[in-house]
């Protein structure tokens, strides 16, 4: 059975959408039919010239993110969904934290996902469909020496999304969490330097974010029927590279 969606006429919004994972999502959802728009701080040319919409946007700014939705809805008349992906990992410990990280971090992770949400729900809410998928991080469950702010950021993400999964279910508006697993992208390159690398190779393996855009496009789809539920995609990866892991 092949694993495809058809994303035919329908607009995605994908913040941090121009690297990683969300840029690997934002093409995938261009092959399925659908149309992607990316917020990011720092837009990509390999987007650009994939003919990829992209809009230069601090996901912590508010007013910048209702901005980039209104602007959206001018143009396509319509968002069916939300990508909630822009985060940043800083490594620090926590004795050392400058307050400003912790709220940067914060502010990003947290505060940006919700300004997101708000700006997405009443064009999910007047279509009364629509799908939004925020990232967890097994680092909520595990923690991790000099990751607090960001484990912080991504365990309160899970509770978030329950709760926001109950308040737009009459809605018929889906919110659910996916943890990507170990995946190779800038963020994890440089959160994971050195032995680090290492250590993931042998314990859960390292997956290329083209790996998650299945996963990611399965939420978006009617065929998810799930909301409030979290999705983990450990170790396919591994699986599939044959890799002892
Ligand atoms: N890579 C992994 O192993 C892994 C594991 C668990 C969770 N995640 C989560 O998956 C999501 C995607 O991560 P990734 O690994 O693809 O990272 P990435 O660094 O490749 O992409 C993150 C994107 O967010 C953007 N960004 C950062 N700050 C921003 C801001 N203030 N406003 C707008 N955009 C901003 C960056 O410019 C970048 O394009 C993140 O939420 C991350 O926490 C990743």
Redesign the pocket.
């Known amino acids: 059975m092949r694993a495809t969606f058809s994303a035919d006429g329908e607009v995605l919004v994908v913040?941090?959408?121009?690297?990683?994972?969300?840029?690997?999502a934002a093409r995938a959802y261009a092959e399925a039919g659908g149309t992607p728009v990316v917020?990011?701080?720092?837009p990509?040319d390999e987007l650009a010239a994939a003919g990829i919409e992209q809009h230069g946007?601090?996901?912590?700014?508010r007013d910048a993110v209702f901005a980039a939705f209104a602007a959206i809805a001018e143009r396509h008349g319509r968002v069916d969904g939300l990508i909630?992906?822009?985060?940043?990992?800083p490594r620090t410990p926590v004795a050392e934290m400058d307050p400003a990280e912790w709220r940067h971090t914060l502010?990003?992770?947290l505060d940006?996902v919700v300004w997101a949400v708000q700006a997405a729900l009443p064009h999910l809410r007047a279509q009364a469909s629509g799908s939004i998928v925020?990232?967890?991080?097994?680092?909520a469950h595990m923690g991790r020496a000099e990751a607090s702010a960001?484990a912080a950021s991504?365990g309160a993400l899970i509770a978030f999304a329950k709760s926001l999964a109950a308040e737009v279910i009459e809605d018929r508006v889906r919110v659910n969490v996916l943890?990507?697993?170990?995946?190779?992208?800038?963020?994890?390159q440089?959160a994971n330097p050195g032995d680090e690398r290492a250590h993931w190779l042998r314990t859960t393996g390292?997956?290329e974010?083209e790996d998650?855009a299945g996963p990611l496009l399965f939420l978006l789809s009617e065929a998810a029927t799930m909301t409030g539920s979290t999705l983990s995609r450990d170790r396919a990866f591994a699986a599939d590279a044959g890799e002892d892991a």
Do not use: E, R, W
């Open positions: 913040t941090g959408g121009a690297s990683g994972i969300g840029a690997a917020l990011d701080v720092a990509s946007v601090d996901v912590a700014d909630a992906g822009a985060a940043v990992q502010a990003v992770n940006g925020v990232f967890a991080s097994g680092l960001y991504k943890f990507p697993g170990v995946i190779d992208t800038p963020q994890f440089a390292i997956g974010p998650v």
